[in-house]
């Protein structure tokens, strides 16, 4: 099964308003952690933004911000003032800190910012 | 500050070869992770080392393939007998490790392998 889902293989959204990638996982463990990670196309991939599971208040680093809703393990990329430079694909990973020891990767999105 | 990275940069090999892939971590970083990547794909996860504690191997996909770290430091992929389908890239990852955003993964720019 898979553990983190991402369904929307490619979005648009036009520069200077907002766009929310989405992501949901799958997980036993009670402790883990939500990444979200940017890969444009010059291929080096950049870490964005991190939500611990007990964190209780929504992550947020500058434009970029995490719909973090436990209930239903969905762990959703809000991006602000879209810019054209947004343009890459968005990986959404999770790590389960008692179950596993290493990353699982979504599929990613790939975002075009249109002018 | 120097980042993670990656040697060769390119590396074309013929069917059958061997090859080494290197990985030189962020200094301090005790975990290192290598995936691979391949052509519009997600990432997939090979190996990961954490300190001096045995690698978890469960990520690599054929006895053709294993890693070592030498003294917690640099790492090398080595694939042998290289087949066509192991054409991708190969991204190596280090972080701090310990716990939270500790976790964050530091990537080296990958090194893209092309078996002919």
């Known amino acids: 099964a898979q553990k983190i889902t991402q369904t929307q293989p490619g979005m648009f959204v036009q520069e200077k308003e907002a766009v929310t990638l989405d992501c949901t996982y799958d997980?036993?463990?009670?402790?883990?952690?939500l990444f979200w990670y940017k890969q444009p196309s010059s291929g080096e991939m950049i870490f964005l933004i991190y939500?611990?599971?007990?964190?209780?208040q929504n992550a947020t680093e500058g434009r970029y911000s995490l719909n973090f809703q436990k209930a239903r393990k969905s762990a959703n990329l809000v991006i602000s003032a879209s810019q054209l430079g947004d343009s890459a694909m968005y990986f959404c990973?999770?790590?389960?800190?008692?179950?596993?020891?290493?990353?699982?990767f979504g599929p990613g999105t790939r975002l075009s910012v249109l002018p | 500050g120097a980042g993670v990275s990656q040697s060769p940069s390119n590396k074309v090999t013929e069917k059958g070869k061997d090859v080494e892939l290197r990985c030189d971590p962020i200094?301090?970083?005790?975990?290192l992770y290598w995936y691979r990547q391949s052509l519009g794909q997600g990432l997939e996860f090979l190996i990961y080392?954490?300190?001096?504690?045995?690698?978890?191997k469960s990520g690599l996909p054929s006895d053709r393939f294993s890693a070592e770290r030498t003294g917690g430091s640099v790492s090398t992929l080595t694939i042998q007998r290289t087949q066509q389908e192991d054409s991708a890239v190969y991204l190596c990852?280090?972080?701090?490790?310990?716990?939270?955003?500790?976790?964050?993964?530091?990537f080296g720019p990958g090194t893209r392998l092309t078996v002919t």
């Open positions: 990852a280090s972080s701090l490790g310990s716990s939270g955003d500790l976790y964050e993964q530091y």
């Open positions: 997980t036993s463990d009670q402790s883990y952690g």
């Open positions: 939500q611990g599971s007990y964190d209780e």
């Open positions: 990973a999770m790590r389960e800190y008692n179950y596993g020891q290493n990353f699982v």
């Open positions: 200094s301090g970083h005790t975990a």
């Open positions: 080392f954490q300190g001096n504690s045995a690698p978890d």
